[in-house]
């Protein structure tokens, strides 16, 4: 049998009737299962679930009523239509077969026709029924007016029966009919159509008759539509009549079921209006819902949430495509449970288990757990969703969801171990509401404040700060809400009553609304206890450093006359024709070693300065290519003798003129091109130059020194820039090894660095960069016009200069300078002969010796500050202290302005007419030294002083030119001119000039 054939159950004891219905339903194509008792019928219905049941009602063991009640009772039959067969049946019997359950009866004899019609109708009734709920369950509240249209549809049924000349009059009529026409059934019994005039219009009542008519001549069914009109109303009705036919073939009987269709004709309209809007919708919803799903998935995508599911009876485990991402392995296409169990890590083994071993005896509930994976050898923490389907008391599958909460786990981990280094922490933290009352505080604080963690929120800051006040909590609560923290320190008072310094630092943090100020306190007992030590100890070094730095002061001051007395000398006694050569060997090692250790002590005292940090810049504008045409001349005849190269290249655009100190520009400079020609013995050495704007007067500029000479192997490059620390070569050619470790010092303090690549037996090249500013046109104009003084103005001679040195020969050359310039000149040899001086004269200015015996610069000035009687005059201090101090000192003491030695004395002079308003006579450069040649300059030179002469050759041989310009004033005094040309020349950067005429050779490495 298919799914289509309707099984119809035939209740009766009269084996008979059985055959006569069982042969008219099986011409109906139904599958007939027949009963001859009730308690048959009954087990055959549980049995077959037929779709219909025709019972008869008079059977000897149970009659069709309780037959009808029981199969109500049956899941298989409590919705099955079940029609009533009897010979003849009462009205009370009418009520009594409906009571029990029964759809509809027919009493015997009756038209297999109308049984049939009946049979079918209620069959079809029932299918119609059982699809519209299954219609109503797909649809559900997008179809619940259909639905209920559905429900609401019910059929008007009627008998006539068919007499001589086909007479028709009214057998019966469902409560429908009554309901439709408006008319009782028992109202209608018996009579004809053209009886009932007084309820039905006579169109109606022809109408009907000529449907009939055709119905009963043609043995067919006739449908038609009309209207019956009665005399309460008018109903448009589908009307059918089916024509059944007795033994002789004639029609006996028409049963006729009217459906009224006034309301659905009204509703026709505006049911396909709404049919239209219902697709529309459900066309919108199903666009929702999938755009639903789509984000759905989007978002457990992105929350890594995966769905799975297992099936328990075949163990069949499958899940989405998010859960092998998450667990790394591919479980999506469906494994037993036991291989996504192996996944799990053992430890929590048994809580997966456990779980599913309660759903297994029945847990219905939902579950969650937190599980641990191991995925490609790493932790994989998820959580599982657990839901049991159970069918009855079987639980047939288990599905949920997979999130992956690694992130949050690891989080919570990290939390923990957070709140146990809180908790573990030394220090006290805790949490202060704006009253001051603890919210939260670690172990340490409440180990420290000897309360408890239940009692912590009735205590507040105030019993164990004794310093503190509410009011001082208010007003700090306030600076906290504007700044977001505070930091002070303080004391607290543990639970023993001691109190003990504390560091407190407060962050302002505002949780929901709640505002809070979160502390970090420390015990800094030792802390302060160390810093007493440390004061202590800086004390001292102060101390040591001082007297470091007073040795060093004393040494730069004092050490330069004896050694330049030595090396003077040593020139002298070889210029002596009597010496023998051992004599003449032995002065030139006492000559190289005397030069030799006065370099060195120059490096320490740099290196001294630079330690102690009191090397300071002295920034003046100069012409930078003028410096490097300088160094390039220092070095040609050495490069020369040597047979190498040696080229500059200078960009065109290079700025000519610079605001920096160009004192240690040129000394590193020439350190780093000594170095290039020392070290290079083939080849050459060529040095580059270029800029770029870092601001809008502010230069970076580079200066590279490239050689192609022994270079430098990798182990000793780190030596390169170390004090006293030399390569191999550096050693085998002498030097203290400190010049380019005070070099690069240098460098970084004018903003830049030194630094080198090298490859050994390929050579090296040095990089210099620093930083510059661009003078303003004005200055650079003057810079290169600058013009020499000559002498002070007519209007403005005379003006009266003291000048005290300790050392007398300072002292006179100073005095010469200022009094060939017209000053009138007073000079003293100490501080109490200056005070002494001052009782009776008053100069236009005071050129004052910082480091003296007795009394320092200083201390004369403080009595001269304190002495009423003293008018008021321009200071300047005057010194050789390296280290600076003297600067500093003069400055605290009230000097005008300090001015180190060696210096130049037109930068004395101007410093002069400053504070005096000097006005001086200028002379173009060389005007004076015009008329001497080159060759009278030497014959000159050769005649003067010898010591002199040596004085000025080591300054110029060690490129100290403020010392060599300083003793050029000295040489004025013999031949004005001669001096004026030396000076042109070292001022034009004409090294190579000089040094032939004193004789220097450029190939000597000193």
């Excluded at 630079?610 to 300088?630: Q, Y």
């Excluded at 013009?787 to 403005?796: A, D």
């Excluded at 610069?857 to 101090?885: L, Q, R, T």
Aim: with cysteine.
């Amino acid at each position: 049998m298919d799914d289509t054939t309707k099984r119809v159950l035939i209740v009766d004891d009269n084996a008979g009737n059985l055959s006569v219905v069982a042969g008219l339903v099986s011409k109906m194509g139904y599958e007939i299962i027949l009963a001859q008792t009730g308690k048959e019928g009954i087990m055959s219905a549980k049995k077959y679930s037929p779709d219909a049941v025709l019972l008869d009602i008079m059977m000897p063991d149970k009659d069709g009523y309780e037959v009808c009640k029981v199969l109500r009772t049956l899941p298989q039959t409590k919705d099955v239509p079940i029609i009533f067969l009897t010979a003849k049946l009462q009205e009370d019997g009418i009520d009594k077969a409906f009571d029990s359950g029964g759809t509809d009866y027919l009493t015997k004899p009756y038209s297999s026709n109308v049984l049939l019609a009946r049979l079918k109708t209620h069959i079809d009734n029932s299918v119609l029924k059982k699809n519209t709920l299954e219609l109503k369950d797909k649809l559900k509240v997008q179809n619940q007016f259909l639905e209920n249209i559905y429900e609401d549809v019910e059929v008007g049924l009627f008998v006539l029966e068919v007499g001589e000349n086909h007479k028709l009059r009214y057998l019966g009529a469902n409560s429908m009919f009554e309901q439709i026409m408006g008319i009782r059934s028992k109202d209608l019994m018996y009579k004809s159509p053209e009886e009932l005039t007084k309820h039905f219009s006579k169109f109606t009542i022809e109408e009907l008759l000529k449907k009939a008519e055709k119905c009963i001549s043609e043995k067919q069914k006739i449908n038609y539509k009309g209207r019956i009109i009665t005399n309460e109303k008018t109903v448009l009705c589908i009307t059918t009549l089916s024509p059944v036919t007795g033994d002789s073939g004639e029609v006996i009987r028409i049963i006729g079921s009217s459906t009224d269709i006034t309301e659905l004709e009204k509703a026709k309209h505006e049911l396909e209006t709404h049919k239209n809007n219902l697709e529309k919708e459900v066309e919108q919803r199903t666009s929702e819902l999938n755009k639903s799903r789509e984000e759905l998935l989007l978002a457990q995508k992105i929350a890594h949430i995966g769905h799975w599911n297992f099936e328990l009876h075949n163990d069949h485990f499958t899940c989405s495509k998010i859960v092998d991402k998450i667990l790394g392995m591919p479980l999506s296409q469906g494994v037993p449970i036991s291989k996504f169990r192996k996944l799990i890590d053992p430890s929590y083994i048994q809580r997966f288990d456990r779980v599913l071993n309660k759903i297994f005896t029945g847990f219905r509930e939902g579950k969650k757990i937190e599980l641990r994976f191991i995925s490609a050898e790493k932790y994989k923490y998820i959580e599982m969703n657990i839901k049991p389907v159970f069918n009855g008391n079987r639980c047939e599958y288990i599905f949920g969801t997979i999130q992956d909460i690694t992130a949050r786990k690891q989080m919570e981990i990290a939390l923990t171990k957070i709140q146990f280094a809180v908790d573990e922490s030394s220090d006290e933290i805790y949490f202060l509401d704006k009253h001051g009352q603890f919210v939260y505080a670690n172990q340490t604080a409440l180990k420290n404040f000897g309360i408890s963690a239940d009692k912590l929120s009735s205590k507040s800051i105030f019993e164990f700060n004794p310093e503190k006040t509410r009011q001082w909590w208010k007003e700090t609560w306030e600076v906290l809400k504007k700044d977001k923290k505070i930091s002070l320190q303080t004391v607290h008072r543990s639970k023993e009553g001691q109190e003990y310094p504390v560091d407190i630092h407060g962050q302002y943090l505002k949780l929901e609304e709640q505002e809070l100020c979160c502390i970090f306190c420390r015990d800094i007992s030792r802390i302060k206890k160390y810093e007493e030590e440390l004061l202590k100890a800086r004390d001292e070094a102060d101390k040591a450093s001082e007297a470091k730095s007073q040795f060093l002061a004393n040494m730069s001051h004092e050490i330069r006359t004896p050694m330049n007395a030595i090396i003077g000398y040593s020139q002298m006694l070889k210029k002596s024709d009597n010496l023998t050569n051992e004599q003449t060997k032995q002065l030139e090692i006492v000559d190289s070693s005397s030069h030799h250790l006065l370099n060195l002590i120059n490096d320490i005292l740099e290196m001294s300065k630079m330690e102690a940090g009191k090397v300071t810049l002295s920034p003046i504008t100069f012409d930078f290519i003028n410096l490097l045409s300088v160094t390039k001349s220092i070095f040609t005849l050495k490069a020369e003798n040597k047979s190498i190269f040696l080229e500059y290249d200078i960009p065109s655009d290079m700025p000519r003129v610079i605001y920096a100190d160009d004192g240690k520009i040129r000394q590193v400079i020439i350190n780093l091109l000594g170095n290039a020609v020392k070290f290079t013995d083939r080849g050459g050495v060529r040095v580059r130059a270029r800029h770029e704007q870092i601001d809008e007067n502010i230069l970076k500029i580079t200066v590279e020194v490239e050689d192609t000479g022994y270079g430098i192997s990798e182990d000793e490059k780190e030596k390169v820039f170390s004090y006293f620390d030399q390569t191999e070569s550096g050693k085998m050619s002498g030097g203290s090894g400190l010049g380019l470790a005070i070099s690069k010092g240098y460098a970084r303090q004018m903003g830049g660095d030194i630094t080198f690549t090298s490859k050994e037996g390929r050579g090296s090249t040095f990089s210099l960069t620093f930083t510059a500013e661009l003078p303003e046109k004005k200055q650079q104009n003057q810079q290169q016009n600058k013009k020499s003084i000559k002498c002070l103005t007519q209007e403005h001679e005379g003006k009266l200069v003291i000048v005290t040195d300790d050392n007398k020969e300072n002292r006179e050359v100073l005095t010469d300078l200022l009094y060939d310039a017209g000053f009138q000149v007073i000079s003293a040899g100490s501080g109490q002969e200056t005070l002494e001086l001052l009782s009776k004269f008053t100069p236009d200015i005071l050129l004052l010796d910082n480091m003296m015996p007795n009394m320092t610069g200083a201390e004369v000035i403080d009595e001269i500050k304190e002495n009423p009687n003293i008018k008021d005059f321009p200071i300047i201090i005057v010194s050789g202290d390296v280290m600076g101090k003297s600067h500093k000192l003069a400055v605290e003491a009230g000097a005008t302005d300090f001015v180190s030695k060696p210096y130049e004395i037109d930068q004395l002079l101007e410093k002069i007419a400053l504070y005096t308003n000097a006005e001086y006579i200028y002379e173009a450069p060389g005007s004076e030294a015009q008329d001497m040649s080159n060759e009278k300059l030497s014959q000159f030179l050769s005649e003067i002083d010898i010591s002199l002469f040596n004085s000025l050759r080591a300054e110029l041989e060690n490129g100290r030119m403020k010392e060599f310009t300083e003793q050029l004033e000295r040489l004025k005094k013999t031949n004005k001119a001669a001096g004026i040309k030396l000076y042109r020349l070292a001022e034009g950067y004409e090294y190579e000039q000089l040094f032939k005429l004193f004789g220097i050779d450029l190939d000597d490495e000193n």
